[in-house]
């Protein structure tokens, strides 16, 4: 079965920075649009970023400066470069990809467990 797995969360002052990373695994034929989302307590899951399986991004506008996503198709492993991190980026962060698992497969939308990242002084 296809897993997401995530890691790279944590601990960091308003400023800094951090790479969460997100590999696929098992039975997958190909991955197509990939992105990170995150919950905060008491809100809804928001889209954070975005990235097509040819490199194509975007972003929501509170990260755009600061956050990269970016793949590595060989390695089916998505990534989040965050930066000049702010207390309001407090949130679970979900990688989340849409797959085949076989050619002539429909496709599916699967999620990570979810990583912690808390921005704090």
């Known amino acids: 079965q296809v897993q997401l797995v995530e890691s790279g969360g944590g601990l960091v002052q308003p400023g800094g920075s951090l790479r969460l990373s997100c590999i696929a695994s098992g039975r997958i034929s190909s991955v197509y649009d990939m992105g990170w989302y995150r919950q905060a307590p008491g809100k809804q899951r928001e889209l954070v970023a975005t990235i097509t399986m040819g490199g194509s991004t975007n972003y929501v506008d509170s990260v755009k400066g600061r956050f990269t996503i970016s793949r590595d198709n060989a390695k089916k492993t998505m990534y989040l470069q965050m930066n000049s991190l702010k207390p309001e980026d407090t949130a679970v962060y979900y990688c989340?990809?849409?797959?085949?698992?076989?050619?002539?497969?429909?496709?599916?939308?699967?999620w990570g467990q979810g990583t912690q990242v808390t921005v704090s002084s």
């Open positions: 989340s990809a849409e797959l085949r698992s076989t050619a002539w497969g429909p496709k599916y939308n699967y």
